[in-house]
């Protein structure tokens, strides 16, 4: 049986390698042909509260050097709902010295089988983007 603190630091090991996560991410630069590291990107959840929506917030993250985020919503979080992610496309295009058309990109989807794994990759370039649903 694991301890408490072993298991608080295998939990932990396993969101930064997205093996416990079932949403993912992966951004590419298809302008260089390379990751788009070192993206920001924020995961919301659309609540509705009679008939009232809103975006409430869950995690803030940044793309790894691959351009992969890994373990983005903990298996409590990841519920049958709709979801966003806004990748800060204008921001990563500014640090490369890049000009672009997008100041950010926002991918609305919906979870209807929390169970199962949904990848969310994004090809980018400064004046178009692409994305799908992945596996």
């Not at 295998?10 to 997205?18: C, E, F, L, P, Y």
């Not at 351009?67 to 990748?87: E, W």
């Amino acid at each position: 049986m694991i301890s408490g603190i072993a298991n608080d630091f295998w939990n932990s090991k396993r969101m930064a390698d997205g093996t416990s996560s079932r949403l993912t991410t992966h951004v590419l630069n298809t302008a260089l042909g390379i990751p788009a590291s070192h993206l920001a990107l924020t995961v919301s959840r659309l609540e509705v509260a009679g008939n009232k929506e809103h975006w409430e917030h869950l995690t803030v993250r940044c793309t790894n050097s691959d351009g992969r985020c890994p373990g983005l919503l903990t298996n409590d979080h990841f519920i049958d709902a709709t979801y966003k992610v806004r990748f800060e496309t204008g921001d990563y295009w500014k640090e490369q010295g890049i000009t672009s058309f997008y100041p950010y990109v926002e991918v609305v989807f919906t979870i209807k089988d929390p169970s199962q794994k949904y990848h969310i990759p994004l090809l980018l370039s400064p004046f178009s983007y692409t994305t799908y649903r992945g596996s």
